[in-house]
């Protein structure tokens, strides 16, 4: 039997390697074929009947339909919506990808993007552009800061352990009820508003399903203090992207940093690039890395194999 | 008695409101009289021999001496070296300032910097502004990055074990022995090598002083690997500017953060305003904080009261 392994958006000779390496005699085989680099290794499905894990960022709709004797479906990505949106996928047992690597990286970027915002980073980087030089008699401290966390997962909650330990004054809100130390939380329908009254930067880490896509619209901006700033490094479906600009433009909002898009890459038109309060970046937040992700395919399939329960199993009716 | 307050710095009424409120029927003269917004306060020295305590940042040479009965001498700022430099400076208790909203203001400004160079911020700032999409298949993370910081007192231990919290490799140096927890410590001349060789990213918070003047040159960028970055949040004359120049522009080093400089404002024809490696800001990195600082303030004119002894007492053989 063999394991497929289908990303356009990673290097697959690391993943081969880091595969072979943890599951000695496991037979990888990656598709496309035609990926760069990987003309070394078997090329493309082969006989779909042998593949029986899968290894998966956004296959086409239909590929893993068409391979008979699928077992299990391992996400590259902690975000299954693209998996979920292939009306043929089988019922099989999906698991999103939670592993280290993943999250510090997240972390990284949230803290990054928080401080850069609170600092005003981006004015003085215009103003160096323009050879102004202009002190400052005043200063907020991060404790003086609230920061809101959309999404208390994996990733959501580690985000929001470390930006408390640089000391932002931090609040978490998520679907279900979570308790994180030192975090306040809110959640469900109720609890959006009052946590969205007391955060000055926003950063999105939610998982995208049908009840949070398009969830930072004019609706929630307007629940924010006016000035705030919204960070989104979830998916580009959680932003009404006309209403993002609306409240930039009118003062609502001061400033975005932005991750994902609704069409990636962001069209070369799109006005977020030129925006001035506008931060862009490539879907690079967070990178899933071979090694630590590996160790949990390798996790799942011993369980799988000694009929034990899996971990991070999506439930498909929550979507994540 | 009167508390005579200068700087050109700072805004001085909030320091005006801040000494009233915690010294109730203290005195406070501000000068220069003629700084903006003071006119409403009791202006310019008036007796100087009614003065007895300073709190002071940069007073002109000579001021603090024309001053017959001053007992003490509290610095505006964590860093002395301008009040050294004046010859005529009484032999008085001088007090440097640690207070925690300085330490705090530095902390977040050395973690939002290495988290800048760490995640290549400034290379996707650049896209950005040439609307280029481009990802990466392969991030390191913050415990695969080596930081160290030179000077490990209240501003460079604070600063150590936030990055550490950040997950970040972090090492120190001093002149003395310290300990701090989970941070490999080096001291002294011999230790200087071996904790620049495993030094990626260099951030320079060490007091000024005959010793540390020029240490950040061409020699001590050598002993660093190749592509490291530089991050000075001190004083301007810590480094040898055409040195950084130089390995800049050799690929010695890949990157540099500066918040000071040798002469301030920076010029407006100096190289490092538009160089594409170097970020400049304005002397910004952290501001003392009026409230907190007046408490050091409280509490030394307490102890002078009691005869116990002052913290933060600069040592003027050693220099801070």
Known sequence: MALLFVSAHDHAPDWVAELTAQLPGIEVRVWPSGHRDVRVWPEGLGDPAEIDTALVWKPPAGLLASLP???????????????LADPTLPGLPLVRM?????????????CLHVLRWHRDAPLFEARQRAGVWRQLTHQHLARER??????LGALGGDAALALK???FDVAGWSRSPKHLEGIATY???EGLGPFLARTDILVCLLPLTPETEDILDAGLFAQ????????????????????????????????????????EPLPASHPFWSHPK???????????????????VVDGLK??????????????????
Chains 1, 2 share one sequence.
């Open 98 to 110: 939670v592993e280290p690597g993943l999250t510090e990286g997240m972390t990284e970027y949230v």
């Open 224 to 263: 924010l203090p006016r000035g705030a700033v919204v960070i989104n490094a979830a998916r580009g479906r959680h932003l009404v992207e006309e209403d993002l600009l609306a409240a930039l433009d009118s003062g609502q909002l001061a400033g975005a940093t932005l991750d994902v898009f609704r069409t």
């Open 146 to 151: 609230r920061v809101g966390i959309l999404g």
């Open 165 to 167: 330990a640089l000391r």
């Open 69 to 83: 004797n699928l077992k299990v479906i391992f996400s590259l990505g902690a975000g299954v919506d693209a998996l």
């Open 278 to 296: 506008v931060t862009v970046t490539p879907h690079v937040a967070a990178i899933t890395q071979a090694r630590t992700a590996v160790e949990q």
């Open 303 to 320: 369980r799988l194999a000694a009929g034990r329960p899996l971990v991070n199993l999506v439930d498909r009716a929550r979507g994540y």
């Open 187 to 189: 959640h469900g329908a």
